[in-house]
């Protein structure tokens, strides 16, 4: 034990003395990714009026960043303008940073107009739920299938996402009921697919969908900042009651990020 000579206590003493007492160590915030899904080349999907995913989704990442910060959260992005970033990148990036979640944005599109509303999805090991909108997702992958380095990725990939899928699925739940409280988007469900995004994740990972794009409604819907900060406020209070829920996690100090 070091000894202090007493005048330094007396010092610290009349520093401290009339002041707020401050914690000896700050909590660490936890740190959520937020990954707006496409940019650059890559524009996703397309609104009948010509609204770009990697737009919308932006957006829609700005407004998230803005509320989960609000909440206490230290928010994270994988790209903040209209840069194309390789989807094995983005969650490399996610582990790098130590986040405590993982959240992809996008919107969806269908061939249906009428089709509407909020999806959640989380990693599927085999082929999944959904396999339109994994074709679409996974497009910007940035790596060639079936290439050695691809091949090797994603084997190493499926292990780091494979052990938080039980926390991803119970990330998916609570977003998604927070989405389908908001007025006018339809309950969907939580989903399984095997998005490219998620699989290298070493933390909780989800793929919102957050509206369907190819609907003029909500292609209406997503150019309004309001509705936006309704979806962020929704998604915000969906990682409130998945770390209210759990303990949040700590399992990916043991897996580690890239070297
Ligand atoms: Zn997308």
Do not use: C
Not at 47 to 60: D, F, M, S, W
Not at 91 to 107: K, M, P, R, T
Not at 193 to 211: W, Y
């Amino acid at each position: 034990m070091i000894r202090l000579p007493n005048v330094l206590f007396a010092t610290f003493s009349l520093l401290a003395w009339g002041q707020t007492p401050k914690p000896i160590a700050q909590p660490l915030r936890l740190r959520v990714m937020v990954d707006p899904g496409h940019g650059g080349d890559d524009g996703g999907a397309k609104g009948p009026r010509g609204l770009k995913e990697k737009v919308a989704a932006l957006e829609i990442a700005k407004a998230v960043g803005l509320k989960l910060q609000a909440a206490g959260f230290e928010a994270v992005f994988t790209r903040d303008d209209d840069t194309f970033i390789p989807l094995w990148d983005r969650a490399q990036a996610a582990n790098a940073q130590g986040a405590d979640l993982f959240i992809s944005l996008h919107l969806n599109a269908a061939r249906a107009k009428a089709a509407r509303g909020s999806e959640v999805f989380f990693l599927s090991l085999g082929k999944g739920d959904d396999e339109d909108v994994v074709a679409v997702e996974n497009a910007g992958a940035g790596v060639a299938p079936g290439s050695p380095d691809s091949v090797v990725a994603s084997i190493l990939d499926d292990l780091a996402q494979k052990a938080f899928l039980q926390d991803s699925e119970r990330l998916a739940v609570a977003i998604q009921g927070q989405l389908n409280r908001l007025a006018g988007i339809k309950e969907r469900g939580v989903k399984q697919a095997p998005f490219i995004v998620l699989r290298g994740a070493a933390m909780p990972a989800v793929l919102v969908e957050v509206a369907f794009i190819s609907n003029p409604k909500e292609e209406e819907k997503l150019k309004d900042a309001a509705f936006r900060a309704k979806v962020a406020e929704a998604l915000t209070l969906g990682v409130r009651r998945y770390f209210a829920e759990t303990n949040g996690t700590v399992r990916r100090r043991m897996v580690g990020g890239p070297g």
